[in-house]
């Protein structure tokens, strides 16, 4: 596994997951579907068994976006005082177009760096025993 990290060195894993590609060599897919992790890497046969975001990429999409989409809804409820169907109409299609792409990229982001820290389930630090 040291030889394969030493060969596909050159790909940045957590620039490569980000755009939806293998973090060991930046080209095959991570993606099978829109969120659906791939099973292994189509160019350097990586098995993705060791990633599991959970639900980390949504909390943060839904505290960024919920962030945003708030605000600007309480502004122009202040500012304007629409009617509410404006709102819906507004602040539902906004939150989706927002949400959909964000929670793939923090996916990959966060797959890509379980994989340039070897993170793995129980594990604190590299030799096992919790010390650095």
């Known amino acids: 596994m040291a ?3 030493r060969f596909y060195a050159e790909a940045d894993p957590v ?20 969120l659906t992790l791939a099973k292994r890497c189509s160019n350097c046969g990586l098995d993705y068994d060791f990633a ?9 999409v839904i505290l960024i976006i919920g962030f945003v989409v708030c605000g600007l809804a309480l502004w122009m ?3 304007i005082s629409p ?6 109409l507004l602040w539902i299609p906004l939150t989706l177009i927002l949400c959909l792409p964000l929670l793939r990229i923090l996916k990959g982001t966060m797959i890509g760096l379980q994989y340039k820290n070897h993170a793995a389930e129980g594990r ?9």
């Open 3 to 5: 030889e394969d990290r």
């Open 15 to 34: 620039k490569a997951a980000t755009r939806g590609r293998c973090p060991r060599c930046g080209e095959g897919r991570l993606f099978a579907g829109f």
């Open 52 to 60: 599991d975001a959970g639900d980390g990429p949504a909390v943060f």
């Open 77 to 79: 409820e202040v500012s």
């Open 83 to 88: 009617p509410l169907w404006v709102h819906f």
């Open 124 to 132: 604190l630090s590299g030799d096992g025993d919790g010390s650095e």
